[in-house]
């Protein structure tokens, strides 16, 4: 499959740009990372809605959250890791527990930073943010989503965390409202149901394709939520299928896997396949290498599903 | 000779301790140490220093207090409770189930509270947010902001020391409740920050030192702000812990207090005395 691919910095930074004229409340916090994060823009036509703060991730957290309770609306970009773990508690309590509307993106999430290794990884992110209560968590998983879930997310009220990797994004989906919350059902099928989100779900609706040319056939859910989890849309997906396999950039221990565990586990439990990246600190390297290492490539991810099938 | 609002002040915080030992027993017990140690600040930031109002809350160009070392927020409570800001049978809740007043301020529980602290080394970066934000909408409004000398080692406030100076903070206005105890012990045996002020002003604060426990002093600091233009503001308070309570007076082990019935009649009989006193 061919498409036309984008830059997802300029999508992040054109977004909030925009929506900046609109909304005079919009302010972008920066540890040493918003101009690398596409938003430039913003940061020439509105300087006095810009604070840098240097590499200081912790007060990145605590500073957007003050500025919250002011009114305003913060816009914290930086690579995922050090949006999450690194400031976590000041995640939990200054937007958390204190509720307050302040929208971060994790970018370079996954394995983007590949041959920087696990120091840069974001293999952990979704896991962390779905223990904070009241945080949605986006992993939108092409260019039109990254699109509509920008703007879903300036436009929701209370806190969002937004994962993206920034290697370029094709367009699958057509521009469309993004609804918070909602799954997409992008391939009906009986035999098993993948779910799967970001993009990495590229793989998998090519896996489908030839999964489907095998004679298995595979409902495909794109789930550019993770919190709060679509449940109606995975119930219906055990219901019809039986069987349901989870596809993420992300360790297998605490993302959409876990997620989709817990729902079937509480309302509809059936055997739940996790593919994801296992619980190690995996080598640096080029980005196909790792993720083959995971089986996270179309092969792997067919493989997988063909085994899971046959075995379930 | 003091002044006749400082005596009024004095009272006040008299009030105020009494207010904390109510809470206590409702709850069997608190942080009694830390919250007695600051709370001449507070009762002199409420009654004399901030634009606040307690019947509007929510007040627009209102200064802003954050207690960032939250386990000293029965001083908050009594200062808010003796300002009129809720009732004051709400302090027989203290620490109870569902409770506007737990162990930590809840921003969301309780008016007049501006964030949820707790964990330590949280309000000086909220602080800067604030005044930040306050200053982008043209207020004039000033954020006070306590931090316990053992919180300072928590590493966040000196990130925070960089912002406030970098975006010249002069309407931030930081206390130190330098009372020289923490869990462990003394303060300079288990980490020292001494001294305190120099590494602030390294960092391009204005300062000063006073006697936190002193309301005369501690007026004369606030009315001071702006120390410099241009700079945000420290005081370091080197205050008493457990000042108002004999026993509990620079002991640390009245940093959390489980009182005996005994001890309770004495703390608040000590309080009576010491307003009667100020009658007479």
């Not at chain 1, 498409?3 to 609109?22: N, Q, R």
């Not at chain 2, 105020?16 to 409702?26: D, F, S, T, Y």
Request: glycine share 10%; charged share 20%; hydrophobic share 45%.
């Amino acid at each position: 499959m061919k498409f036309e691919m984008f830059d997802a910095k300029k999508i992040i930074g054109d977004v909030v740009a925009a929506e900046a004229d609109l909304n005079q409340s919009i302010v972008v916090v920066s540890t040493d990372s918003a101009p690398r994060s596409g938003l430039g823009e913003f940061i020439a036509k509105y300087p006095d809605r810009y604070y840098e703060l240097g590499i200081m991730e912790q007060a990145g957290i605590g500073v957007a959250a003050g500025l919250a309770t002011t009114g305003k609306t913060p816009v914290f970009c930086a690579p995922a890791p050090f949006t999450t773990a690194r400031p976590f508690e000041m995640f939990k309590i200054d937007i958390g527990y204190m509720r307050q509307n302040v929208k971060v993106i994790g970018r370079n999430c996954g394995f983007n930073y590949s041959d920087l290794g696990p120091t840069h990884f974001g293999l952990e992110d979704i896991a962390l943010v779905r223990l904070i209560p009241g945080v949605t968590i986006l992993a939108p998983i092409d260019a039109s989503q990254l699109k509509g879930a920008m703007l879903a997310m300036l436009r929701h009220k209370g806190p969002v965390y937004l994962r993206i990797s920034t290697a370029p994004l094709p367009k699958i989906f057509d521009d469309a409202d993004f609804e918070i919350g909602k799954g997409i059902i992008v391939r009906e099928g009986s035999d098993v149901a993948v779910i799967t989100t970001g993009e990495i779900s590229c793989n998998v609706f090519e896996a489908a394709e030839v999964l489907a040319a095998r004679g298995i056939s595979a409902m495909v859910i794109a789930m550019p939520t993770v919190a709060p989890i679509d449940e109606e849309l995975i119930i219906k997906a055990a219901r019809q299928t039986g069987r349901i396999v989870t596809v993420e950039e992300h360790y297998v221990v605490g993302g959409l896997g876990s997620a989709v565990c817990e729902v079937c586990a509480k309302s509809l439990p059936v055997p739940v396949r996790r593919l994801g990246v296992p619980m190690e600190f995996l080598s640096a390297g080029q980005y196909m290498d790792l993720i083959e290492y995971c089986k996270l490539d179309v092969n792997g991810i067919t493989e997988s599903i063909m085994d899971f099938v046959n075995h379930s | 000779m003091k002044t006749d609002e400082i005596k009024a002040l004095e009272r006040i915080a008299v009030r105020c301790r009494q207010n904390v030992l109510r809470m206590i027993r409702a709850n069997g017990s608190g942080h009694l140490g830390p919250a007695y140690s600051c709370i001449d600040i507070v009762t002199a930031l409420y009654f004399h220093g901030m634009n606040i109002d307690p019947k509007n809350p929510k007040k627009e160009d209102r200064d802003i207090f954050i207690l960032s070392a939250g386990h000293k927020g029965m001083a908050q409570y009594a200062v808010l409770a003796e300002a009129g800001f809720f009732d004051k049978g709400i302090l027989d809740t203290f620490g109870h189930f569902k409770s506007p007043l737990p162990g930590h301020p809840d921003m969301h529980k309780l008016p007049g509270i501006e964030a949820s602290t707790g964990s330590l080394g949280h309000g000086l970066n909220l602080a800067c947010g604030v005044a930040l934000g306050k200053r982008q909408d043209g207020l004039n409004s000033r954020v006070f902001v306590i931090i316990g000398d053992g919180e300072l080692a928590e590493g966040s406030n000196w990130e925070a020391a960089a912002i406030a100076a970098y975006y010249r903070l002069d309407n931030l206005v930081v206390f130190i409740d330098n009372n020289g105890l923490q869990i462990s012990g003394r303060t300079k045996d288990v980490m020292s920050f001494e001294p305190i002020a120099a590494h602030f002003e390294g960092f391009g604060w204005a300062t000063r030192q006073i006697r936190g426990n002193d309301m005369a002093e501690i007026v004369a600091a606030i009315d001071a702000v702006p120390f410099e233009k241009g700079k945000p503001n420290l005081i370091v308070a080197n205050t008493i812990k457990g000042k108002g309570f004999s026993k509990a007076e620079d002991q640390v082990g009245y940093h959390y207090w489980h009182p005996k019935a005994e001890e309770m009649a004495l703390a608040e009989k000590e309080l009576e005395d010491e307003l009667v006193g100020m009658r007479a």
